[in-house]
């Protein structure tokens, strides 16, 4: 049988008869790949029809109900319980960030029989990597195979009903002449491992690596297909890993879990302010506190801010963990409504922790961390600061509002800076002073009169 080649681009989608150095749909560079396709039989075929299983929807039990738990609390939380049987995971994440150790981590928390199919290492180095992490199960059996056909005989027959895949990039299949890891063979042997967890109602996890973009074996390539995706981040100089969930088809998504990289592998972190507040720049200026959401979680963090002479023609802006826009508006609305003049000093914003925030309730915290900094004043002690700003200078309100105020007053923050829209949402017993502002000015007012 002869194969026809026809070329795909891996940020799009899009298929093409002939290759393109930029891809005519969506404009990226070096994005299109060849993807042999086996072409059938010429001629006309007679085609039977087949009658589908029609089934009452009051007649279909709810295996959704039913979940297993990892009791890995933080994991737990953001599958929204456990594992759904017939679901298939992707774990995504940089090589080297600790995929492999979760994934053993988590097969050694569950209480049935479980098989990690590793297509990257061999049996004594994935010994050498449980003894470390102090992991010797014997319902944790081995396979070393890259196969699709194995691995899908295996799944089907195996009596195990949790699999792991590591990685799905090793995985190829002797049908397509392209090489493992390219877009074409990810995509297909995802599709085949999710249409026979679904046929045998077992749990599969697939770790995939991602590239320079940060993007799963091309963007899109494989979040629709699977059931959910969690991604795994962290600095290389920090143990701090964060692990979000992007996709979650039975439950919420862009929760947040939080974990500690030890010599003992990773260990979740109940509480996690110690690791984003630094303590010890309490009495510094430029440094603000803030309280943000993540899905059902609300963590508290740490805004360090320095303003300084520049030395450049073009002054410098450095963002580290918050979207460089949204600094840069703050900026100008400073600038505009404040008449806080930016423009011949060098701006950096870090948001300790490593940690990249999105949530835009700590646009105050860094406005004021900006003025004190500007000003070298060192903004009051137990002392936290929410709200949005907006293009007019306005402080806007912010959603859960009371669940932030809780978490800061549990902290011991005694003085907490509100927008004055959220004034009726709050819970009654409050015992943190309240100060409501309406304008950006007014937070610099209330704090420095």
Request: hydrophobic share 40%; glycine share 8%; net charge neutral.
């Amino acid at each position: 049988m002869k194969d026809k080649t026809l070329f795909q681009c891996a940020n799009c989608g899009a298929t093409f008869p002939r290759w393109f150095g930029r891809c005519p749909n969506c404009g990226s560079w070096n994005s299109i790949e060849e993807i042999p396709l086996p072409i059938k039989n010429k001629g006309r075929k007679n085609v039977h029809s087949e009658t589908s299983k029609i089934i009452s929807l009051s007649e279909i039990s709810s295996s959704l109900d039913f979940r297993i738990p990892t009791k890995i609390s933080e994991i737990d939380r953001l599958l929204g319980g456990g594992f759904v049987p017939g679901s298939v995971t992707l774990l995504a994440g940089e090589p080297g960030i600790g995929k492999s150790t979760m994934v053993l981590e988590i097969l050694n928390a569950l209480d049935s029989e479980c098989v990690y199919v590793s297509g990257e290492e061999s049996y004594e180095q994935i010994k050498l990597r449980a003894n470390r992490l102090g992991i010797n199960n014997s319902k944790i059996q081995i396979a070393n195979e890259t196969k699709l056909e194995t691995i899908i005989h295996l799944i089907e027959n195996h009596s195990a009903n949790f699999f792991a895949i590591d990685s799905i990039q090793t995985i190829y299949s002797d049908e397509y002449s392209s090489a493992s890891g390219s877009v074409f063979q990810v995509r297909e042997a995802t599709s085949n491992i999710v249409d026979i967890a679904k046929k045998t109602n077992k749990i599969v996890i697939l770790i995939g690596h991602v590239n320079k973009e940060g993007n799963i074996a091309g963007p899109k390539t494989l979040e629709h297909i699977v059931d959910c995706v969690l991604s795994l981040e962290g600095e290389r100089n920090s143990n701090l890993r964060i692990l979000r969930s992007l996709k979650n088809r039975f439950g919420s998504t862009f929760e947040l879990g939080l974990f500690e990289m030890g010599e003992a592998g990773l260990v979740e972190l109940i509480e996690p302010t110690k690791v984003l507040i630094s303590h010890s720049s309490v009495n510094s200026s430029g440094v603000a506190f803030s309280a943000f959401v993540e899905g059902a979680r609300c963590l508290i963090t740490e805004i360090q801010s320095l303003v300084s002479n520049s030395s450049f023609n073009i002054p410098q802006r450095s963002v580290n963990g918050y979207d460089y826009k949204r600094v840069q508006m703050i900026l100008a609305v400073l600038d505009k409504k404040i008449r806080l003049n930016f423009r011949s000093y060098d701006v950096y914003i870090n948001i300790t922790g490593g940690i990249f925030i999105s949530d835009p309730a700590i646009d105050l915290a860094i406005a004021v961390a900006l003025f004190s900094s500007l000003n070298d004043i060192v903004i009051p002690n137990q002392t936290a600061i929410l709200g949005e700003i907006g293009l007019t200078g306005e402080v806007r309100n912010i959603n859960a509002i009371d669940k932030r105020v809780k978490e800061l007053e549990r902290l011991g923050f005694k003085k907490i800076i509100l927008p004055k829209s959220s004034k009726n949402q709050l819970p009654k017993k409050i015992n943190s002073e309240l100060i409501f502002v309406e304008k950006v000015g007014d937070a610099f007012k209330m704090l420095f009169g």
